[in-house]
């Protein structure tokens, strides 16, 4: 089973994007992070607002009330893992991901799971 986990910095990046949005989902839509392994920094957790979320994709926690989903190319890889959702200064990131704004980019840090 898979352990989502967030670092206080990533909440703090979180809060940001939350403000920048005026705090209102009404607005745009509820916040999902989706981690998918495809193109644009695909490994990396990515923040959209009102996201298309399939049926093949797995809920596998919750970040600070934020939903995050594996996409099916990476349920299997991370079906054991400890991930924890982090964020670094990144000015010049081409992620689609809502915090790029801000200049910052979520980063995945992850091991495997102890048993």
């Known amino acids: ?63 600070d009330g934020v939903p995050v989903y594996l996409q099916p190319a990476m349920i299997e890889p991370y079906a054991d893992a400890d991930i924890t959702i982090d964020v670094i200064e990144d000015a010049m990131s081409e992620s689609m991901s809502l915090e790029t704004g801000l200049g910052l980019r979520f980063v995945l840090r992850e091991s495997k799971a102890q048993r």
Request: proline share 3%.
């Open 1 to 63: 089973m898979t352990t989502v986990r967030i670092t206080a910095a990533a909440c703090a990046a979180l809060g940001r994007v939350r403000q920048e949005r005026g705090g209102s989902e009404e607005r745009s839509g509820p916040l999902t992070f989706t981690i998918d392994g495809g193109c644009c920094e695909g490994a990396a957790p990515h923040l959209f607002d009102d996201a298309v979320i399939t049926s093949a994709a797995l809920h596998a926690g919750d970040a």
